[in-house]
């Protein structure tokens, strides 16, 4: 079991004490952004780091999940079942053709999303919904699920 506790440093900052089953781990935080770690046992520092404001950043979205977030393989069972991408061809006389992901309001009428536009040889990534235009023979990557999917068809082929 863990414990922590928050201390004061007047013009200097903060001190965070962690205890941990193996180490009480003294952070301090200066005011400039600064930290210095402290692992301590026994009250014996075995081991010291000083971060800068960046890497404690980058340390923070590590330890929080924010780059790697573990997923159960149940949930990934069940998004695999339920989130689909599919690639979807722009026919002749469509009504999609010169208009704007937004004029077209496609994730409103549909529950699609739009993630990006095949062009030629060109794949275009997160398309400008306001000023991206529409052509013939585009193929739309999207996202959805199968009836969301479905519902787009039908609005392509209108």
């Given at each position: 079991m863990?414990?922590?506790?928050?201390?004061?440093?007047?013009?200097?900052?903060?001190?965070?004490?962690?205890?941990?089953?193996?180490?009480?781990?003294?952070?301090?935080?200066?005011?400039?952004?600064?930290?210095?770690?402290?692992f301590?046992?026994?009250?014996?520092?075995?081991?010291?780091?000083?971060?800068?404001?960046?890497?404690?950043?980058?340390?923070?979205?590590?330890?929080?999940?924010?780059?790697?977030?573990?997923?159960?393989?149940?949930?990934?069972?069940?998004?695999?079942?339920?989130?689909?991408?599919?690639?979807?061809?722009?026919?002749?006389?469509?009504?999609?053709?010169?208009?704007?992901?937004?004029?077209?309001?496609?994730?409103?009428?549909?529950?699609?999303?739009?993630?990006?536009?095949?062009?030629?040889?060109?794949?275009?990534?997160?398309?400008?919904?306001?000023?991206?235009k529409?052509?013939?023979?585009?193929?739309?990557?999207?996202?959805?699920?199968?009836?969301?999917?479905?519902?787009?068809?039908?609005?392509?082929?209108?």
């Open positions: 863990s414990f922590f506790e928050e201390i004061d440093l007047p013009g200097i900052g903060k001190k965070y004490i962690i205890n941990i089953p193996e180490y009480e781990i003294n952070v301090i935080v200066y005011e400039s952004g600064i930290k210095h770690l402290y301590l046992k026994e009250d014996e520092i075995v081991f010291e780091v000083t971060l800068t404001r960046e890497d404690s950043k980058n340390l923070g979205m590590i330890l929080t999940e924010t780059f790697y977030k573990t997923v159960t393989k149940d949930k990934v069972e069940y998004f695999q079942k339920q989130i689909i991408f599919e690639w979807l061809k722009i026919p002749s006389g469509s009504k999609f053709i010169d208009k704007t992901i937004s004029e077209l309001d496609i994730r409103a009428k549909t529950g699609v999303s739009v993630i990006g536009v095949v062009r030629k040889e060109e794949f275009i990534l997160n398309p400008d919904p306001i000023n991206f529409l052509n013939k023979e585009d193929i739309l990557v999207c996202v959805g699920n199968r009836q969301q999917l479905n519902e787009l068809e039908r609005y392509i082929r209108q």
